[in-house]
């Protein structure tokens, strides 16, 4: 499943890129916050804040992905349903800049409206290092914005959960039947012995509405065998889902 840019910027989204030889390390300062916005129906634009704390000028620059699921996971489109302004900056040491992301379209409208959703793409971009040994490292944010539709607010996720058995593997299905996204982070599972097994201890990810989304877990078949309860953090509240595994077929 291709889940690289199912990560917002706390968790893991950031990739490191190696772009010299040598036996050190830079570390680049570029800091993204926040690390979601969320634009009511009635907003036309938000902002987020790109700052340097590194030691060297930092490059960077922002790039708008359409972000919807389907049975292959995530999928990412180039789009201009959002502009960047600006979308490419230069941060001195210290520096920070407020980056402006303003809607163009109108939002999601109608009676079965739901959230849309969208990803940004902020690159840190390599500079000449001027012949200094060593590492150079990279970073890469993906951060979500969520358009509220126009009207009712939308309906809050309503999610269904399963448990699949595919041999020694056990996979998790969600499917989110409500109309605003779940974030899904901290998940661990409580047999009918009472053993706590955690899954995950951070984020996994995020299912949008009308979508169903999957995970191979890391545990084993025979941590979920007996039955139990799986715990987890939804949207940041915590939410527990008696659970038992069904196979892989249903």
């Not at 230069?90 to 980056?99: I, M, N, P, S, T």
Request: charged share 15%; net charge neutral; with cysteine.
């Amino acid at each position: 499943m291709r889940s690289a840019w199912l990560r917002d910027a706390l968790c893991s989204g950031l990739l490191v890129s190696l772009l010299a030889a040598g036996g050190s390390a830079d570390a680049s300062g570029l800091q993204v916050a926040p690390t979601t916005l969320n634009l009511k129906a009635s907003q036309n634009a938000d902002g987020l804040w790109l700052s340097n704390t590194g030691d060297s000028v930092v490059h960077a620059q922002v790039r708008v992905f359409h972000w919807t699921q389907d049975a292959q996971g995530d999928r990412l489109t180039a789009s201009r349903g959002l502009v960047i302004s600006p979308p490419m900056l230069q941060l001195a040491v210290g520096e920070r800049q407020l980056v402006r992301v303003i809607r163009m379209g109108a939002p999601p409208n109608g009676g079965s409206a739901v959230e849309d959703a969208y990803r940004l793409a902020i690159d840190e971009l390599p500079v000449d290092a001027q012949g200094k040994p060593g590492l150079q490292f990279v970073l890469h944010y993906s951060l979500p914005v969520f358009i509220q539709p126009a009207g009712a607010t939308a309906a809050p996720a309503q999610l269904e959960w399963s448990l699949l058995r595919d041999g020694d593997h056990v996979m998790l299905r969600v499917t989110n039947h409500g109309g605003s996204h779940a974030q899904l982070a901290g998940l661990s599972y409580i047999d009918t012995m009472g053993r706590r097994t955690d899954i995950t201890p951070g984020l996994l990810g995020y299912v949008l509405p009308d979508a169903t989304m999957r995970w191979m877990l890391k545990p084993s078949a025979a941590v979920f065998a007996a039955g139990g309860i799986l715990e987890a953090m939804v949207n940041g509240e915590k939410a527990a889902q008696n659970l038992s595994l069904v196979d892989r077929s249903h």
